[in-house]
């Protein structure tokens, strides 16, 4: 499919089937984050995959937004490689991550994957329970899945704001 039928079809899957994502799916998902741009090229992501039972039910601790995707990844940025802006500081850490995590599911909705993004979690628990040392930033989790039969989008998914309210052109 191309691009703009892809950005259009895709939304955030919240009702998963219990199928598993195979290893082949989850190959090709890692290539697309191993080619998402970063700041300085620096690639500071570190990315948890979580399948078992086990894992999922500390995923489960930390955010009440699983909707029993049978796996997820924890998207995380590694502090001391990530770029820093001179002028105030600020970590390029999030920006990388959220990058990845784009290119992930983009990559996802074309190999017929559905995903979620979750932003809604206790990074202390996500810490606490995969062991994490300090400069490992968990930045957001990527539910991934097959949707449900009944499986659709939740209606606020189709509310835009018009291009003019978000737009805003030079004028000098």
């Known amino acids: 499919m ?7 079809k895709r939304y955030s899957l919240r009702k998963f089937s219990p199928v598993p994502v195979e290893s082949e799916k989850l190959a090709v998902l890692f290539t697309a984050a191993r ?20 894992g999922l039910s500390k995923i489960d601790l930390a955010s009440p937004c699983r ?10 940025s590694d502090r001391n490689i990530s770029w820093k802006r001179k002028f105030d500081g600020a970590d390029a ?4 991550g959220s990058i990845v995590g784009a290119h992930i599911m983009l990559q996802a ?3 017929g994957l559905g995903s979620c993004w979750v932003m809604h979690f206790d990074p202390g628990v ?3 329970e995969f062991n994490l040392p300090p400069e490992i930033f968990p930045v957001a989790l990527i539910l991934l ?3 449900a039969a009944d499986a659709a989008p939740e209606e606020f998914h189709f509310q835009r704001r018009p291009l003019e309210e978000i737009l805003v052109f030079e004028s000098f």
Do not use: M
């Open 2 to 8: 191309n691009f703009a039928d892809l950005i259009t």
């Open 35 to 54: 080619l998402a741009p970063t700041a300085g090229n620096r690639q500071p992501h570190k990315i948890l995959v979580i399948q078992s039972e086990k």
């Open 67 to 76: 909707f029993d995707a049978p796996a997820v990844l924890v998207i995380c």
């Open 93 to 96: 850490c999030i920006v990388d």
């Open 109 to 111: 909705a074309d190999i």
């Open 126 to 128: 996500i810490r606490r």
């Open 145 to 147: 899945g097959y949707p």
